[in-house]
């Protein structure tokens, strides 16, 4: 496991980003293990995608030009697999030779060397098994992924301007460490590039990274760190709260959204997060509001609601009533 370091310099120039294409390829990653997310990516249908796999094996490296750094905070799967498509032959043929040289199972080793001898044949590919398994698992999925990832966002730049960045950067992950002026991160890629003093750091969430953190470092790209978001648990839960204690007393809807709003968001954000409509959503917060079981705070043109102390109160009750019952 390789260690890497990220200076005072770089903490200076920290930004934030939501990567359509980084959540499809780590759930590609994730479909390797028992990742509570699978289960959905099941539901919304199996893609063949023997390329990405190849590319994509469950530990260490994965193809770097799979997962471009974005170049500003929003951005969409089509403009990010126009830049996958765009991709240097030369950059492609690197990580095949680095993949080669990690011992593959023999179907991946097959891919990877026909891969080496037509690197831009391979790429082709890999851009329909990337469309393929976007329209199947992850778009039907977006929206709610989008939404956790955002409402993230929103919370720790709040974070940086109560308390610092200092703050947010030790919550992000227990293999990210903060020591002094300096950031380090113990990556499952045992030969990771060093990052250039001065390069910055783009924070992204990402549910399916979760249990992991990902780390982009490519000579003349800002690294990225991809993170798990708050709540991102509860996302893969379904609404079966209909025997908790918390319903009974406040009804279904209003429970789960209390176990949501540890993590400040909008009335769409939440919605979208249990599907519902937002009209519905806006009424069920407006009552929440009114009981002093969540408070609202407008930034710009959104309004975000939080859970309060009484809120944190019930939601812990809750929480022990569903682990014991």
Known sequence: MAELVFREIDLGHIRFAVSPMWEAVAAVRAAHTRHPATLHARRAGSVDLPALRALIPPTGHLADFLTPTPRRRHVTFADELATVAGSDESAVTADLDHLLAGSPDPGARRLLEEGRRDAVLLLRRVVDELQAHWTATIQPLWDRLRA??????????????????????????????????????????????????????????????????????????????????????????????????????????????????????????????????????????????????????????????????????LAAIEQRSSSTG
Do not use: K, N
Not at 150 to 168: F, H, N, T
Not at 179 to 187: K, N
Not at 223 to 239: F, I, K, M, N, T
């Open 148 to 313: 956790v990832a955002e409402a993230d966002v929103s919370w720790r730049l709040e974070q940086i301007a109560d308390a610092g960045s200092r703050r947010v950067l030790e919550t992000l992950h227990p293999r990210v460490r903060v020591d002094g002026t300096e950031l380090s991160v113990r990556t499952s890629c045992s030969d990771a590039e060093t990052t250039e003093p001065g390069s910055g750091l783009v924070l992204m969430p990402c549910a399916f990274a979760w249990p992991e953190v990902l780390c982009l470092t490519i000579p003349g790209q800002t690294p990225v760190l991809s993170y798990a978001p708050r709540g991102v648990a509860r996302l893969w839960e379904g609404s079966s709260a209909s025997d908790r204690a918390l319903v009974e007393l406040v009804g279904r809807t209003r429970a789960d959204s209390l176990a949501r709003l540890d993590l400040p968001m909008t009335t769409t954000q939440l919605a979208i997060s249990l599907a519902i409509a937002a009209p519905t959503m806006s009424t069920h917060l407006q009552i929440l509001h009114r009981a002093g079981l969540v408070t609202r705070v407008r930034r710009g043109r959104s309004v975000y609601y939080s859970r309060t102390r009484l809120g944190d109160d």
